[in-house]
Every structure is written in C-alpha cells, then in structure tokens.
C-alpha cells in the first residue's frame, strides 16, 4: 500500500513538473509573440486599471467634508494608474483625474507640479496650461506655478513670448531663485522680441548679487548688441547696394564693417541673405 502511494506522489510530483515547465514555455512564447511578432490585436493594461474619478462637485458632495482624504484617496489612484500602467499605452483619465485632486485639494502644490511635467508628454497640453492657471489662482505666491506652465508654452507649444511671460511672472515671486529671470530675458529673445530681451539683460546686470546671473546677463547684453551691430551694417549695406548680403562675410568685403563679430556666448550669427534678418545658431 505504501508503495503504491509512493508511485502516485512521484507520479504527481512528475506530472506537476511537467505542466510547470510547459506553463513557463507557453508564458515565455507569448512574451516573445507579444514583443517581437506583431499581434493583430493589442489592449493597453491601462484600460483595465483606468480609474473613474468622480466630478470635483460630485467628488466633494461624496466626501462629506473630508476634502483632503477624498484627495488623498484619488493622488493613490493617480500613483497606481501611472506608476503601473503601461508605458506603451494612453492614460486617457490623466487630467481629469489632476483636475479632480486639485478641485479637492486646491493648495496641493506637488499635484500642481507633477500634472504641469506629466500630462503635456501625454498629450494633454492645453489641460497642462489650465492646470497651471488654477495653481497660480489657488497657489499665487509659489514660483513653480508660473515657471512650470512656461515650460509647457516652451516646450510643447512653441509660445516664446507667453513662455516669457510666465517666467517674468514666476521671477517677480518670494524665493524664485535668481536663474529665473535670466529665463525672461532669453525666452523675449527667442520670440525676437530683442529690445525688451536686451533690457532685461541690463536690469539683471545691474541689479543681481548673484554672480554666475551676473555673468550671464553680462553676456548676453554683449551678444545683443552684436546683433545690433549687424542688424545695423545690413541696414546700412541695403541702402547702399540696393539689396541684402549673400552672406555676412560680405559685410567685410564691401567695408561696412572692418570684421564680423563673436558672441560672448558662442552662438554663431546667420543671416537670411532674402530678408535680412540676423539670426543666432548654436
């Protein structure tokens, strides 16, 4: 008797080896079909772990005053949602889940923050920008509200001048460090707004006690007026010659100007030989 119970665990023992080893072979294909063959249909995990979040009024009604932990509750769904997602896949419950949290919790800052850096890479931009306006609504003495939205009309919508903005707003702020208002400075200069980048430079010259801001805005002050210097010799070439330079060298050719300028910066100056315009490379 026992040796025929001796068979069988052996003979259990064997079978659940091999239903094991072809359970882990069938998972190890599946993983190589999925990531290397290309699977007709193809569902995000995040569909699955999608959270539902309520209206903010629903949301604060459902609370029944706990406002803070009905914020809490959904920042762990939020965490859960991105943080175990898919990578591949579309969280398509971002912003309302950010505008939910930050409806409960209007002076929850890193909400703020975190929605500001995380839903323009997915795709929610314009959300981006009004989570931003609230936070400087509900947060207005935080630097980070106005200098994170800049980044999103940076970065995503290619708005230099309200990017400017943004951080002229952010800099004039308690505790914005002193680097910010350079970003003013540069971000009115890409708009090829020059005149207003080129007195932000000399205020902040004048005014910082922070010596690597001084030296930059030293800099660029000087990059500009080199700018300056060249706007004015095509100028001056345009009115003598009927038409702009091929090329900057040309400036030198014809003794407009005895030799061409170098940046502080060490960013290169073009010029677009069919319009004119000065422009700054890398």
Known sequence: MSSEKSFFQRYFLILLIV????TYLAQLRYDVWMYFGSPKIKVSYNEYIEPQPLSPAMAKASSFGANEFM????WLQFIQYYGGGDPYGKYRKLAEIFNTITD?????SQAYQTGL???????????AIALGEKGQRNLPNDWEMPYYTGLVYHIY???YTKA???FAQAAALPDAPPITKLFVGIYYNKANDRDTAYTI????YETSQDSYVKERASKY???LERVFQLEDAVKTFHDRYGRYPDNLDELVTKKIIDKLPVSPLSISYTLDSATGVIGEGK
């Open 164 to 166: 400017a903005e943004e």
């Open 221 to 223: 002050v000087g990059h």
């Open 201 to 204: 430079f000399q205020v902040i």
């Open 104 to 108: 409960l919790s209007p002076k929850f």
């Open 157 to 159: 919508k290619k708005d």
């Open 117 to 127: 850096l995380i839903l323009p890479a997915e795709g929610f931009v314009d959300q």
């Open 19 to 22: 239903v094991m080893a072809v």
């Open 71 to 74: 914020a809490d509750y959904y």
